[in-house]
């Protein structure tokens, strides 16, 4: 095959020039993203029901959505939560789960409940969770008068709105913050109570008159006509003429007992630019669409926006666009620097200019046409797959090493330009091949992890899959064919070595004859080495993502009291005047947030702040001057510190809590009497660090009682208590208007009301009199649940254990002791158990991995001793790797995590190499009439030297690849330094070791054989 291919160059390089073709057109084609397009396996559900209680709106409406939505095929949980006015409902899925079947499927459910809920609620809502759904940049619209923010709502959600939604990419436009005019009628009420006419009387003339007929037809012999019957009120003068009927049978017009006017709408929520009252839209790309061209298009039309408008101010904030173009950056890094060092390294070790082309040039074509190959398998280009191709592209030149020192040693033999091609190529075929498939073998396991991780590796996975195979290709082929070109006018005696590598090589021989003649002592250094993995394990701290340098923060505050929302928005402003000065930017979501995507609950009570700073210095100092500040303002309050997460670590940061004490009633009572019982039997708790969660926690409220007696006795029936009650404490909107352009809600306005005042409001009786709210209502100071949380099985509490627990292995049999002494069932949940699965799991993909490795060097070696002492030297590599990890105080991480796969592929692939050129000098040796002794002493001494520069040229390149990362600044080099230095350390150090190990492991193994 080869020399049919040798024959025949023209085509082989114009094929592969048509391949890089198509790897450019590709590469203008491929969709850039932040993360890959995965649908994450979960859907929420929002209820929002305006003035209901936690403990109402639980069992109205959350249990009844539990309990259908429980039986979703694939659903792995359900959790939910229910507070004063709104209601969230978390569903989990398997991750095999069709999720566009299931979302069909939740929302026929919620359908199918719509009769049993309350007419005046909204729908539920249900949202899918998707890797796309991060938002790539926000956009902050900021009136320049506080007047026309009525005004500038309108411009945002008519205009702004739709031109952002045209611009190619963009997929969903989300805000918070509008304002909308609403309509409010001020009744006179001391003449209404003269006309003996109560509010409901007003409500239902309004109504009666704002109906829409519908529409109707009529027939005209042959024709028919559509003849529209409509009463619509237009404008304040039909409003104004709508006739009231007194209790005399006159009527009087709206206006003599009302006033009529336009007011801004009541709002629950806010959304507050650097301190102002201010519009957030969220944009959100298409998962096809090119991030790093859209995110341009924004900033223009944003400019457009400025000129346009000139009534309200612009500004983009939270771009995180900069995480994928420090991907990018890190990637032409990589090719730029890294190349250049993988060249000087070749031209250092080799004696021609010839062969160091030829490997220089390698990189970009292997890298071009992986490129073509993206495209045909629908993968984007993003943090994960970009990653992946920086991994390999160290890689990428590591086979036409090989093949191209095998050549040339041929051609030291004598032989021709021609067979020397032929015969390098077919001495290295299997162990390159092997090589290769002990990489992907180690790499492509993980696609089988649990969760997001499985599906989100399997970009890295199949971008260094793609990248080796291409890089295979190239090596086989490509390589061959241009070096007979290249060399087919040179004479046999080309410079192959350097005076560099001759003196290495010197070295190398002396080291080995120094280490043969103590061979025990340098096999128990050896092994020593191996264990060393154990004492670093433990003094390297754990993370979940690698410490970048962090400027923004987030404020997740929660003022444990019953305060309005005005109140709310005032204690944020205050609060941002002590940010305003040492920030550079700040942002807040005051109260319930308008984002239709918004999933994490937020009440009237609770706010969330964000703001960034010009350091981490400055930003550490402010989050303490913010702790500081809560506990002496407001020491009621719960704050939570936490660093503003980019889109990368939103991914994979669980929210899950990480040891999770669920709690229910052994007598299924969920009352004060048992949350008081559990509060009392908190000093006994077996661990003291323990946290109470958010069910556990009260608010306080007012508890109406009707006596009932008292009502059938003054003549009150319920339907006027309820729209009266309603009135004072509850909803009072009357109705929608309409006209062609616009709409409003229609709303009484009977003034600012204490409990007491409005207690004494009159209330009409069946017998034409009027009487007291306070003759048959009064009220007490009441406790209630602030949130109510429920799973599959129910209602439950909880309790908190982190991180810093002693003692958790045992915790579960301590914590059910204390639960059934206090009257408690309990269950256990958290991302602690969930570590322990994932654990089990990886280590089965461990030893998948291990299988696999064992499997194809059986099948290269046909020997089943062999293999294992090829996967010997894997521990070599991971003690390596540690060390330097060790040394500059690194973490063991995501990325660390990734950087140890790789090594664990690439630290055997000398082993391979040296393992097969041995057996084969063995047998050359031994046919040539040596000893077996002598013929493995030759064997090991010269498989030593032909190995020695592959080993080097392969581990240099695809360390010096990745040397400009620790060295440049950005959070892409900071994300992935951690993995850097577990392939740099494994490569340098483990390979140092692995260059006797081998040599030393074989001969001990093999001469008494």
């Known amino acids: 095959m080869i020399r049919y291919l040798l024959q025949r160059p023209i085509a082989v390089i114009l094929s592969f020039v048509v391949l890089s073709i198509f790897g450019l057109i590709a590469l203008k084609q491929l969709p850039i ?98 890797t796309s759904d991060i938002p790539i940049v926000r956009l902050q619209v900021t009136p320049r008068l506080k007047e026309d923010f009525i005004q500038v709502s309108s411009l945002v959600e008519k205009t702004i709105k739709r031109r952002l939604e045209q611009v190619a990419g963009v997929s969903i436009v989300d805000i918070n913050g509008l304002q909308q005019v609403q309509m409010v009628i001020e009744p006179n009420r001391p003449l209404l109570s003269a006309l003996q006419i109560s509010e409901a009387d007003l409500s239902a003339a309004i109504q009666s008159v704002n109906r829409d007929f519908g529409g109707l037809s009529v027939k005209d012999g042959n024709y028919q006509y559509f003849v529209k019957l409509s009463n619509d009120i237009n404008g304040f003068e039909e409003l104004n003429r709508i006739p009231i009927r007194t209790t005399s049978g006159l009527s009087v017009p709206l206006s003599k007992v009302a006033t009529i006017r336009k007011a801004p709408q009541n709002l629950s929520g806010y959304h507050l630019f650097n301190g102002e009252q201010a519009i957030g839209i969220r944009i959100q790309k298409q998962p096809s669409s090119r991030m790093n061209e859209l995110v341009p298009r924004v900033q223009q039309l944003v400019q457009v926006f400025e000129k346009d408008y000139p009534q309200a101010k612009f500004a983009l904030t939270q771009d995180q666009s900069y995480l994928l173009n420090a991907g990018i950056d890190n990637l032409n890094q990589d090719l730029v620097y890294g190349g250049i060092l993988a060249i000087l390294v070749l031209f250092l070790f080799l004696g021609n200019y010839a062969s160091s082309t030829l490997m220089s040039i390698n990189i970009p074509i292997s890298l071009i046409i992986t490129f073509a190959l993206f495209y045909a398998l629908g993968i984007s280009l993003n943090i994960i797959s970009l990653s992946g191709l920086a991994l390999g592209i160290g890689m990428l030149i590591d086979n036409s090493i090989i093949v191209l020192d095998s050549i040339a040693r041929n051609r030291r033999r004598g032989l021709d330009t021609a067979d020397s091609c032929e015969t390098g190529v077919r001495e290295v075929v299997s162990p390159v091949l092997s090589q290769v498939l002990t990489t992907i073998a180690v790499y492509l396991p993980l696609i089988l992890l649990p969760g997001l991780a499985g599906l989100l590796v399997y970009d890295q996975a199949i971008a260094l899959t793609i990248s080796l195979g291409v890089s295979l290709l190239v090596a086989f082929i490509l390589s061959p064919v241009l070096y007979k070109l290249f060399m087919k006018r040179q004479n046999q005696s080309v410079k192959e070595d350097t005076r560099f590598y001759k003196w290495i090589l010197r070295g190398y021989h002396s080291m080995i004859d120094f280490i043969f003649r103590h061979k025990l002592l340098f096999l128990a250094l050896s092994v020593l080495f191996s264990l060393l993995t154990f004492w670093l ?109 980019n889109a990368f670590a939103q991914l994979f940061n669980s929210k899950q809590a990480y040891y999770e004490i669920r709690l229910r009633p052994a007598n299924e009572s969920f009352s004060n009497t048992n949350l008081d019982g559990l509060m009392a039997s908190l000093p006994s708790f077996p661990f003291s660090n323990v946290q109470k969660g958010i069910a556990v926690s009260q608010e306080p409220g007012i508890r109406l009682f009707v006596d009932v ?48 005042e409005a207690l004494q409001d009159q209330i009409a009786t069946v017998h034409g009199s009027t009487i007291k709210l306070s003759t048959f209502l009064s009220y007490t100071l009441d406790q209630s649940p602030k949130y109510i949380t429920s799973d599959k099985a129910g209602q439950y509490y909880t309790l908190y254990l982190d991180e810093q627990t002693v003692g958790l292995k045992n915790a579960q049999q301590k914590i059910r002791l204390w639960a059934n002494n206090s009257g408690f069932n309990v269950s256990f949940q958290g991302s602690y158990f969930e570590g322990q699965q994932n654990m089990f ?86 046919v040539q009439g040596q000893s077996k002794i002598q013929a493995l002493n030759n064997a090991l001494h010269e498989a030593g030297e032909i190995c020695l520069k592959p080993l080097l040229m392969t581990s240099l390149t695809t360390s010096l690849a990745l040397v400009p ?45």
Request: aromatic share 10%; proline share 5%.
């Open 709 to 756: 007696e008292k009502m059938a006795l003054y003549g009150v029936d319920w339907n006027s208590l309820q729209e009266k009650t309603n009135l004072l404490f509850g909803q009072n909107s009357i109705t929608t208007l309409k006209n062609i352009n616009e709409s409003y809600q229609l709303y009484f306005n009977i003034g600012s009301q204490k409990l007491e």
């Open 33 to 130: 993203s932040l993360l890959p397009d995965v649908d994450v396996p979960q859907i929420v559900v929002k209820v929002s029901y305006p003035n209901t209680s936690a403990e109402a709106l639980e069992s109205r409406i959350m249990r009844p959505l539990r309990e259908s939505l429980n039986g979703s095929p694939g659903l792995k949980s359900i959790e939910t939560r229910s507070s004063n006015h709104r209601g969230v409902l978390y569903l989990l899925f398997e991750y095999n789960t069709k999720m566009d079947l299931a979302y069909i499927e939740v929302n026929e459910r919620i359908d199918r409940l719509s009769a049993q809920f309350p007419r005046e609620m909204p729908r539920p809502q249900a949202t899918r969770i998707n």
């Open 841 to 926: 799991i990886l280590f089965r993909i461990f030893l998948l991995s291990i299988l696999l490795l064992y499997f194809i060097l059986a099948l290269q070696f046909e020997n089943l001793f062999q293999p294992i002492l090829v996967m010997l030297t894997i521990p070599l590599g991971v003690s390596g790797a540690l060390l330097l990890l060790y040394l500059q105080n690194g973490s063991l991480d995501v990325m660390a995590a990734i950087g140890f796969v790789v090594v664990l592929g690439i630290i055997v692939d000398d082993p391979i190499l040296k393992v097969e050129v041995i057996n084969r000098l063995r047998r050359t040796y031994e």
């Open 537 to 645: 394990l433990p003094r390297i701290p754990i993370a979940n993502l690698p410490d970048i340098e962090k400027t923004e923060t987030l404020l997740k505050i929660d003022w444990q009291s019953p305060i309005a929302i005005k109140e709310n928005l005032n204690r944020i402003k205050s609060l941002d005047l002590k940010l305003a000065k040492k920030t550079k930017t700040r942002e807040a979501e005051v109260g319930i947030p308008q984002f239709f995507l918004q999933t994490e609950d937020q009440t009237i009570q609770q706010a969330t702040v964000y703001y960034q700073c010009a350091s981490k210095t400055e930003k550490e100092n402010l989050d303490y001057t913010m702790q500081k500040w809560f506990k002496e303002q407001y020491p009621q309050a719960s704050l939570l510190i936490e660093d503003a997460e």
């Open 965 to 1009: 990362v620790l060295f440049t600044p950005g959070i892409g080099s900071e994300l992935q330094k951690p993995m850097v230095l577990v392939i740099i350390g494994g490569l340098t150090i483990g390979t140092f070791f692995t260059t006797w190990f081998i040599p030393l492991a074989y001969w001990f193994t093999t001469k008494k054989k």
